[in-house]
Antibody, heavy 119, light 108 residues
Framework: EVQLVETGGGLVQPGGSLRLSCEAS????????VHWVRQVPGKGLMWVSH?????????TYAASVKGRFSISRNDVENTVYLQMNSLRVDDTAVYYC???????????WGQGTWVTVSS | DIQMTQSPSSLSASVGDRVTLTCRAS??????LNWYQQKSGKAPKLLIS???TLYSGVPSRFRGGVSGTDFTLTITSLQPEDSATYYC??????????FGQGTTVEIK
């Protein structure tokens, strides 16, 4: 089955770290940009970060996570990562891994992984 | 940063109705506007890209358009399975992406 599968979510204390993984199944991820999008339950969607294809030399971040989060990719493992440091309570959300398609749209979404930041 | 404003925030309509959702960008986005549908407890799905291109497998009753500075998503004949929240998103070349706050569509 063609899909994106996120893992690595969980409960962490404020100030802690987590690394999310996004593995592509059924297709090769390397030609695609990949994004992370988060959503607080009952609220809207917020784009978090992107990494381009061809080695992932271009990355961008939302202002609220810049300097704390880092996106990377390993095309041999067909996986993209989101390293989240200095986590805050307001980082609590479902985090989706998303494939970038034509017109810079998001054409494939993972099922999401929960991140809860709480003491 | 580009801001996206959707209206209305929610609506209720009957099966078979024609409904139109609107999205406005705070600055020119050169038509880089996408629409997503999110059903309760599920991940969003792409409906429309580049303002009016129907994504593969999406029913033809979903139509994207532009009216002046407003982008529109029209459901030409509302079906029970269309109950969901719809988000617009700008994807211009700035390398940052912004979603609208969403419009919830309820079936009467």
């Amino acid at each position: 089955e063609v899909q994106l599968v996120e893992t690595g979510g969980g409960l962490v204390q404020p100030g802690g770290s987590l690394r999310l993984s996004c593995e592509a199944s059924g297709f090769t991820l390397s030609p695609f940009w990949v994004h992370w999008v988060r959503q607080v339950p009952g609220k809207g969607l917020m784009w978090v970060s992107h990494i381009n294809a061809a080695g992932g030399f271009e990355t961008t971040y939302a202002a609220s996570v810049k300097g704390r989060f880092s996106i990377s990719r390993n095309d041999v493992e067909n996986t993209v990562y989101l390293q989240m440091n200095s986590l805050r309570v307001d980082d609590t959300a479902v985090y989706y891994c998303v494939r970038g398609g034509s017109g810079y749209a998001f054409d494939m979404w993972g099922q999401g992984t929960w991140v809860t930041v709480s003491s | 940063d580009i801001q996206m404003t959707q209206s209305p925030s929610s609506l209720s309509a009957s099966v078979g109705d024609r409904v139109t959702l609107t999205c406005r960008a705070s600055q020119n986005i050169d038509g880089y506007l996408n629409w997503y549908q999110q059903k309760s407890g599920k991940a969003p799905k792409l409906l429309i890209s580049s303002a009016s291109t129907l994504y593969s497998g999406v029913p033809s009753r979903f139509r994207g358009g532009v009216s002046g500075t407003d982008f529109t998503l029209t459901i030409t004949s509302l079906q029970p399975e269309d109950s969901a929240t719809y988000y617009c998103q700008q994807s211009d070349t700035s390398r940052t992406w912004t979603f609208g706050q969403g419009t919830t569509v309820e079936i009467k």
